[in-house]
């Protein structure tokens, strides 16, 4: 009777949230008072996928979606982002008939990496995959070793994990777990011979702490890494980008899958293989996954391009409080060739807790825009002062930083003069104070 209560719950709460706009984690939140071990007692499908990680959760997950699409499966999956239980649960019984059986050939789940282990206390995924290990969120998260360890009881003996190769920390989830797939990138023409980024978490091994060593590296401290002690490196990978190109936007996947890129970034080819590898692992052919993400654009909306006066602009959302994600986007911006402006938001440290601490700016390395093709850089949002003290400590010529703290005075500002590419970066928390000014491309 209790199942059948929270599933109705659920389902009456959920109908009235889509009418007044509101989030997917109220219904599940209802639902579990009435019956939490609700998860326990429904029928799910055979296959569960999940996904967490640091970094490109949202993005894996919604081109694994796309690809199983195509290959004919019913795939469900959290779309509108809420990634703990509440949401889990929502996802679940908004799906599932009144007798408890979800209806879907894959569940399909984005996991925050925090609270994997409430998500699947009463079940497990089939195949887990974990994107990567960052320092992120300090506030909330701590150290990446601390969320390595809030997640390592969501891992069941019997699940499949798909690991990112090239992550000296998430990669020590396969130590004494017997099923495990691997996925990396080989060497590659933007690699670096060292960590790069202002901090390097990657300087010790995280099983035995002596210096690690790289062979070579493709961004902060993502890489072939070995340890000069243990038997902790880079171990050979089951699905391999064996060639790219990000100039030329050429992604090669296991020596034959070519996939055109849409956005060339090193992130962006992460999420391709992620999605990549655990779609081979769900038995989805090559030849459907490269028609599925060839070319692909994100729809969540991580990436957005827009009209501003005469600048045609490219929205990059750069997580707060996460530096990496950060560093990604201005590598992208550097790599470009073109004459640029960049706005850079900061507005709202976060979404879901107040906080005024803004130390993390200092983990950025802003002097990737110190490059001639950057000729204008401005600085909005409620903290723009923080940023203006931060690029002050900076290679780029002040008379290049302006610091506008109105966000539609910035908008306005940079619509009355120039036409050269223009590129935001910001957070998810402020992405829709930009584009409420813009006019947006589909």
Known sequence: MRKFLAIV????????????????????????????????????????????????????????AAILRADGRHVIYNEEGSNQIEGVTT?????????????????????????????????????FVITNLYRDQLTRN???????????????????????????LSSCFARGHERVKWFGLDHCP????????????GAYCPVCHAPMEYDYVHYNHIGAYRCTKCD????????????????????????????????????NVYNILAAYAACRCAGVPAETIAAAVGGYVLKNGRMQTF?????????????????????TNLRYIASQREDCAVLVVVDAVSR???????SWLWDIDFDQLNVPQVKRVVLSGLYCND?????????????????????????EALASAGDEQLYVVTCFSDRDKVLSHVEKEA
């Not at 980008?241 to 050429?250: I, K, R, S, V």
């Open 9 to 64: 719950v659920c389902k009456l709460v959920r109908f009235a949230g889509k009418l007044v706009g509101r989030g997917s984690s109220l219904p599940g939140q209802f639902a579990l008072k009435v019956c939490p071990d609700i998860l326990r007692r429904v029928q799910l499908p055979e296959r569960i996928i999940a996904v967490t990680g640091s970094n490109g959760k949202t993005s894996t997950v919604e081109m694994i």
């Open 91 to 127: 996802l679940v019984l908004s799906h599932a008939t009144l007798g408890g059986r979800v209806r879907a050939d894959v569940l399909l789940i984005e996991s925050d990496e925090r609270y994997a282990a409430h998500s699947f206390q009463y079940f497990h995924p089939t195949e």
């Open 142 to 168: 701590g150290h990446p070793e601390w969320v390595y360890d809030a997640i390592l009881p969501a891992i069941h003996p019997e699940t499949e994990l798909i690991l990112n190769a090239d992550d000296p």
């Open 190 to 201: 933007s690699d670096t011979d060292v960590p790069t980024g202002v901090y390097h978490d």
């Open 232 to 267: 902790h490196r880079k171990p050979a990978t089951d699905y391999t980008a064996t060639a790219l190109d990000l100039e030329a936007g050429n992604l090669t996947l296991d020596g034959a899958v070519e996939i055109p890129l849409a956005f060339r970034s090193i992130y």
């Open 307 to 327: 009209r501003l006066g005469g600048h045609h602009g490219t929205l990059l959302t750069s997580k707060h409080e996460n530096s990496i994600a950060y560093d």
């Open 352 to 358: 879901k807790y107040f906080t005024s601490e803004t």
């Open 387 to 411: 940023l203006a003290e931060r690029f002050s400590f900076t290679g780029i010529s002040a008379e290049n930083i302006e610091v506008l703290p109105s966000i539609p005075e910035a908008c």
